[in-house]
């Protein structure tokens, strides 16, 4: 990301204007009938379109490095492109957790080979992502999980169950967090992985509301292998890094969605 946070009026001006074309051409709004989809389809049909023409456009990831697929400017660019979409329909809101979520956290604690294989697509909406921290015994105490990831060579064997996944059904990677060592107190011995949501032993299955949608999902993992190289951040270390993603959850929100 880069650190200059100014621009002149004139580049601002310019950027300003660059950004409220691409909207008024592309911002069209969704339609009724792609909302009344209970399982989100149509709508993140809508907002991979609209992200991949974004990256095409060169303004999507904008504070994220070139190098991993961003466009390579500075927060004051990106305040710009906020401030127009608030005069737009949100195109983009099944990609919230991708974005907003994700997408910080693998910047922040990703590997290098991790940042160059991984963001690009996830910027461009080739893939979604979902994080996948709730357990049905756990309630809101992430740290409470039971999830579980041995260690097998250079692989993880996971095994467990995760509840209230949001997007797990149309999402391509999920970020994990397991329990790696149980003999440790409860806020140590957990580890983060990024796990291929179409690998075998991953089973999704959606869960009907009173309402009768089904935006949530649970997901099992019956001893589903992950490479040590797609763990995220340090063995036992899970923690801080699940702290990471909740904080960026909650920016994310209170900016009305990811960026």
Not at 39 to 55: D, E, I, V
Not at 180 to 195: A, E, I, Q, S, W
């Amino acid at each position: 990301m880069s650190d200059t946070d100014t621009l002149s009026p004139a580049d601002a001006d310019a950027f300003r204007q660059r950004c409220r074309g691409f909207l008024q051409e592309h911002a069209t709004g969704i339609s009724t009938a792609a909302r009344a989809d209970d399982r989100g389809a149509a709508m993140m049909a809508a907002a991979k379109k609209f992200q991949q023409t974004l990256a095409a456009a060169g303004l999507a990831g904008l504070v994220y490095d070139k190098e991993y697929g961003g466009a390579g400017l500075t927060r004051a660019h990106d305040r710009i492109w906020r401030e127009e979409c608030a005069n737009f329909p949100d195109m983009t809101s099944e990609l919230t957790i991708s974005h907003g979520m994700c997408l910080p956290v693998l910047n922040q604690f990703g590997t290098e080979e991790q940042k160059r294989r991984f963001l690009p697509d996830n910027i461009a909406a080739r893939t979604v992502w979902c994080q996948m921290f709730s357990e049905p015994g756990a309630g809101s105490d992430v740290a409470s999980l039971q999830t579980k990831a041995e260690r097998d060579g250079d692989e993880w064997v996971i095994t467990g169950q995760k509840v209230w996944t949001s997007g797990a059904h149309y999402s391509d990677i999920g970020e994990i967090i397991t329990r790696t060592d149980p003999t440790k107190p409860k806020h140590r011995g957990m580890t983060m992985f990024l796990v291929d949501m179409h690998a075998p032993g991953v089973e999704v299955r959606p869960l009907r509301q009173m309402t009768g949608g089904a935006a949530f999902n649970e997901v099992f993992f019956d001893e589903v292998r992950v490479p040590d190289s797609h763990r995220l951040g340090d063995v036992d270390g899970g923690w801080t890094v699940a702290l990471t993603t909740l904080m960026n959850e909650r920016a994310s929100i209170g900016g009305g969605g990811g960026g």
